[in-house]
RNA sequence: GGCGGCGUAGCCAAGUGGUUAAGGCAGAGGUCUGCAAAACCUCUAUCCCCGGUUCGAAUCCGGGCGCCGCCUCCA
């Protein structure tokens, strides 16, 4: 079965076919750096990571790259507000962008430039652009003529004119139509600015993207995504540019869009109140909820994220999370003799059956909720077998539930769902289980059971903990080469 | 006004021409059980309405009703 994905541009699912055998080109818009990002961000750079995961699992050698817009109006305006210089903005919500992504366990982009350091590129086809006739000036600012690009509005499905009847935009006289677009600003003094043929100025937003991708993927990559929201105009802007440059096309072989995130049924605004940053929401939840969350629809449905949703979910990943540590606990376990074997045969049979099911729905335009349909299903069979009042640990059956619990952790990665962590056993935690053996071994000892005492002596030292008695208590030490007390 | 999308169980959500209509959460009953927790089993859907196409429709077509997103910086 092959991969297939619905591309914005064609308005439908396609065979998904890459330009270099075996190889895939991806690019995702990144953040403005102006402030923390939000849920409706984080929606975004999970599906897409997912995507990645996907194609990585599928065996293809994938080139991630996303950008950094660091120079940008908003930059500026927050720096004026917290009377900052507009690079210290930038660098701080840099930093805590790729701390937010960290934790939700999205992978680095492999190459992530920033679009203060893609000036000259960018300079340079806008002056192309310029010498074919698709830019013009005014002033000190450039703009892309959309009426010289026959195919403006492709991606959107839009027709220009008929736009304009119900254009609610403020039209700026300077621009010969509407809808074009600025390439380059002038820069006034304070703000930042780069040398040009067009004087001290800046980058319009949507040269930077055609810019970095073309600078890192080339013309004609495989996979550009972003959300529904910058098919218009962003994506049509950059389409506009990079075939216009280049003269050719296409600039993008398939075109994803994610879904709109909703909170309690509402757009996200910081007016309504209701706008979540990624760092307040991991403050107090466990990133993989967020994420089994996001799974849980569609990538191109809009989702509507709400408390009642997060509770929901956190239950779900918490079955996934048990089964998971069952399982590693069994899988340590030292088989056992029965008379009669515990009947495998049904989970043997799943464990063939799901991998395929999971393919199949994510092969099918990355259907994650279908996907994690058969995963649960497979873990609804392990705790069938392992609750089940006859069940012995025999060696086969401990050799199927560890085949079961890679699959679950493989599956589950390709979804970039972790479990490990829960599993870490961090060294408070450990000092705080001697403690606890050692106050039993304390009651024992109280009751002059020395059977009983000794044995949990005996038990700590084989895990080299040694305890020593003394007058006012026990005290215990970890044995070391330099057997240092702790 | 233009473009796009949605309406499936109490809630969330897959499925887009023929399968017992996935899965998660919640609820009821049951099993297991020293207590607790977990888990498993069973039950709960005339697929928004009305027509049409078809041997056969949740799925395709037409109409209606309801809802949403985008069209402006926006992931």
Redesign the pocket.
Known sequence: MSLRAYNTLT?RKEDFVERDRGRVGMYV?G??VHDYI?I??A??FLTFDVIRRYLLYKGYQVLFVQNITDVED?IINKARQLGLGWQEVAQKFEREFYQDMEKLGIMPADVQPRATEQIDFMIKMISTLEEKGYAYRVDGDVYFSISQFKEYGQL????VD??M?????EVDERKRHPLDFALWKSSKAGEPGWDSPWGRGRPG?HIECSAMSLNYLGFGFDIHG?????????HENEIAQAEGYKQEKPFVRYWLH?G???IN????HKSLGNFVTVHELLEKENPNVVRLLML???YR????FTE??L???R??Y??MA?VVSRLDFLSRQAPKEAPRSPDISTLERALYETRPAFEE?MD?DF?T??A??AV??L??LV??LT?S?EFVLTSRAREVLTQARELIMELGGVLGLRFEEGRAVDQSRLFALVDLLLEIREEARSRRDWQMADRIRYGLSRQGIMVEDRPDGPIWKIKSDADTAL
Do not use: Y
């Open positions: 308005g818009c953040p403005t939000h409706g961000n929606r975004t908003k959107s499905k839009r027709n008929e736009m009847a119900g254009s609610r935009v937003w972003g959300a529904q929201d910058l098919i218009f105009p962003h994610g709109m995130l909703q049924e509402e757009e996200m849980g629809s569609h449905s809009g989702l509507n009642e949703k509770e929901e979910v239950k779900a918490g079955r048990e729905a099918d259907n909720a279908r994690l349909s649960f299903e873990i609804r705790n069938s609750q009042s």
